[in-house]
């Protein structure tokens, strides 16, 4: 019987997901990442004829790219924990199998998002950028940035990586967890942390963690108004999605100091042109979306996506189902 065929549509798919896809499956790799411009055209060709696909693009799965693969299509998996460069929808009401890498990226994403929220509160873009200038003016007074220790921590979605951010931040003697979601999670209890409604969590945060997924529901959770609410000293982080915050809204909140400073590891669009305004502040500092960026958890991405669409075309459940 002939192999099934998977797509893996973008060339840097690390070397260990490969090797196991190898010894099942025939692989069609896409020679392109996704800022060349022949790449979505490239995927959209390969996907023809394919029984499943590892989705390791940011490009948006819509239904017209699931109909061009044709019928015998299956399964699809995400190389992320973050589905919303899927459309469910489509793949859903095709009646594909779809599946994600949860899990193996909490403790390195929140990692990045201490970094974040550190380089953010102790204003690491000014010192750099004053250096740089030859600026560097020493005095008591000299940026003085804000406290970890004895604060007030919200998350806004105590999932995975809000925990594995919790359980960081645990050892920085902050006084108080406070965190906002759907649902009540039975962790929190032993994290220490209080559930409260969006608007009281912001009211009450020093720093306001953004660890959720984006949805139609969590779009600009961050915009005008929540910005209102939030302390004068207050430093945001976000390490969920960009889609998350009204940079605009942010912006303004920056500039006019109506918040203390953001860490931001997620923005829209990513790539950020090097023009854009969020760039100009001294109190917003940006990384480029490298929260699963590791070895080991690329390689752990890598082998779990393999897994899922190899299981699944073999009628086993996927390792980790998305529904
Ligand atoms: O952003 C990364 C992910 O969703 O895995």
């Known amino acids: 019987m002939a192999l099934k065929r998977v797509l893996i549509a973008n060339k840097s798919f690390p070397e260990i997901g490969l090797e196991l896809l190898k010894k099942k ?17 490239a995927i959209k060709k390969a996907i023809i004829g394919c029984d499943a696909a590892i989705w390791n693009t940011k490009h948006q799965l819509t239904g017209e790219i699931l109909d061009l693969a044709g019928p015998q299509l299956k399964a699809i998996s995400t190389m ?8 469910l929808d489509d793949v859903f009401t095709r009646g594909l199998l779809l599946g994600n890498t949860p899990n ?3 403790n390195c994403v929140a990692d990045i ?7 953010a509160a102790r204003r690491f873009k000014e010192g750099v950028d004053e250096i740089m200038s030859g600026e560097w003016k020493y ?4 940026s003085l940035g804000q406290d970890i220790a004895g604060s007030t921590v919200g998350v806004i979605g105590l999932g995975g ?9 645990k050892g920085f003697d902050v006084a108080r967890f406070l965190y906002s979601g759907r649902s009540e999670k039975p962790e929190a209890k032993t994290l220490g942390a209080e559930r409260m409604q969006l608007e009281q969590l912001l009211r009450e945060s020093d720093f306001v963690l953004l660890s959720c997924p984006l949805s139609e529901e969590t779009r600009h959770i961050i915009n005008a108004d929540t910005l209102k609410l ?5 430093v945001l982080v976000n390490i969920g999605r960009g889609g998350l915050v009204d940079q605009e809204a942010l912006y303004d909140a920056l500039k006019q100091g109506q918040i203390f400073s953001a860490g931001l590891d997620v923005v829209t669009p990513e790539p950020l042109p090097k023009d854009h305004p969020l760039l100009t502040l001294p109190n917003c500092f940006i990384v480029p979306h490298l929260g699963s ?6 390689n752990a991405m890598a082998t779990i996506s393999a897994n899922n669409v190899t299981q699944a075309l073999e009628g086993q459940p996927m390792m980790y189902p998305v529904s």
């Open 25 to 41: 499956v025939e692989t069609i790799v896409v020679p392109h990442l996704d800022y060349e411009p022949e790449s979505l055209p």
């Open 80 to 87: 992320s924990s973050g589905t919303d460069h899927i459309n």
């Open 104 to 106: 193996v990226l909490d």
């Open 113 to 119: 998002a201490v970094g974040l929220l550190i380089a």
């Open 139 to 142: 005095g008591v007074q000299w």
């Open 161 to 169: 990586i809000g925990q594995a951010m919790v359980r960081r931040l």
């Open 230 to 234: 939030m302390k004068r000293n207050a």
């Open 293 to 298: 960026a590791t070895i080991a958890t690329r």
